[in-house]
């Protein structure tokens, strides 16, 4: 595999979807219609950064059933190289309400996903070292997706993460290790709650001043990008360092690209990924050229139903809205 590769560490989710009129309340029963299909958040991004053209690796733990057995066969299809640990939990599921407009909530039951060890990582070492950037996110074990970041950033890998979802406290030891976050405006600011003690609301978040986001950014992640996407508002970009990057400016602001959006589960998995998969193919472009392909990328994802299997192909972002 070349240097223009991409490796994920994360999780793989047997998802099974009900999209229903709208979003149940406590107590209430509904009908829906309903349809399972590959996802978790690791294995959306790795399929986002393959069809985004990056030759990709996928580290993960996989349980012995059907599920695993799903993972590895869509791995094999799509040209994913695939870096298993097999575990004796099940593989790990998700529930997952949509509703009309294309919103969700999803409960997850990690299953394998959270028996991926240092150790684990430790074994793929070689899926980490030679590439050219490292995407995870929080579905799998902190211990391990530390191990995995440690490892790339040593070996020159540009060290990607994805801080989602956004009950996991991110410590310090691997946000240090990270040099680009992407947190979304639900992410962002559960994270600065923790971090600083106090938080816009997430609902606010887009409307803040440039100068007090960007502010707020590099307390964060002084020593890196954080990429704050903020669904149908675009998405915030705050560098520590612009010039590294080959953007003029220290924080600006990239639109969404226009969507119908029917599903948007995974919509932040396909821009990290193909965020990662830009990155790796043409490491001198300016940075806002990746973030606005990602964004162009995660519109067409929105406009299709389902995780995984809703990732576009790169020809098909090019096709509607240019190369
Ligand atoms: O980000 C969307 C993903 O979150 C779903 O595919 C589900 O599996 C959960 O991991």
Redesign the pocket.
Known sequence: MSQASVTVVG?????HVWRCARLPRPGETLGGRYLS????????QAMASARAGAATRFVCALGEDAGGQLARALAAAEGIELHETRSSEPT???G?FVDAQGR?S?V?GPGANAALTPADIEAEREALVHAAVVLA?L?TPLPAVEHALRLAGAAGACTLLNP??ADVALPQALLALVRIATPNETEFCAWAQRQTGSAPDPDALAALADAALHALCRRLLPQGTVVVTLGAAGCFVSHADHARHGDALPCYRVPAAPAQAVDT?????AFNGALAASLALEPQAPFAQHVRFASRYAALSVERH???LAMPRRAEVDARFGP
């Open positions: 999780s793989f989710n047997v998802d299909g590959p996802g978790g958040k690791g294995f959306n790990g599921t998700a997952i969700n999803i997850i996110q579905e989602a979802p589960t995974g919509a932040g998995d389902g995780a995984a």
